[in-house]
């Protein structure tokens, strides 16, 4: 502790991996900023998807779904459900955690509910679209649209940032 008179020591700052400069503790708050942003994005599709599940019982055409897909629609629902409770288990972490110098546990965990959540929305938007694909096409066609919807998730959600992972890395060792 600086005593009077004397100017107090600057927060010590390290250049993390991507050469910022920049306290332990400004590093938790952009990246919890960028958590945030994130979960934003993600939750204002859920809220969508989750809309037109709860919509959809109280149409009139509901009472001719067969029981496998009024099975299927349920299945829908509960993931519809499951991914809102896991986008905001984060901010429900860090309220609870507000002002317990715990930011760097908040943001890995909002870290790893981001990814569960973006996994349960991936399955929920595959499902709604075999479902709709279903009721006004028939099945055959619902698991062409699920299985088409499938590969561009997995190509544009992991390949892709698989690969421009390898080639960053690969330009940052010859750095």
Aim: glycine content about 6%; aromatic content about 8%; cysteine-free.
């Amino acid at each position: 502790m600086a005593s009077r008179g004397e100017i107090p020591a600057a927060p010590a700052v390290d250049a993390g991996p991507d050469g910022r400069a920049e306290t332990p503790s400004e590093r938790a708050d952009r990246n919890w900023d960028d958590v945030l942003q994130e979960l934003r994005v993600l939750q204002t599709g859920t809220q969508i998807l989750t809309g037109f599940l709860l919509a959809v019982a109280f149409q009139p055409a509901f009472d001719d779904l067969t029981d496998p897909q009024r099975a299927f629609y349920l299945v829908l629902l509960v993931l519809a459900a499951l991914s809102a409770i896991i986008a905001l288990a984060p901010v429900a972490m860090h309220r609870s955690l507000f002002r317990r110098l715990a930011k760097p546990d908040v943001v890995l965990f909002g870290h790893r509910a981001l990814i569960g959540a973006l996994a349960t929305v991936g399955v929920l938007l595959i499902g709604v679209v075999a479902f709709v694909f279903d009721v006004v096409l028939g099945f055959d066609p619902a698991w062409i649209a699920a299985a088409s919807l499938g590969a561009a998730v997995v190509i544009l959600w992991l390949v892709v940032p698989g690969y421009l992972r390898r080639h960053h890395s690969r330009k940052v060792d010859r750095s």
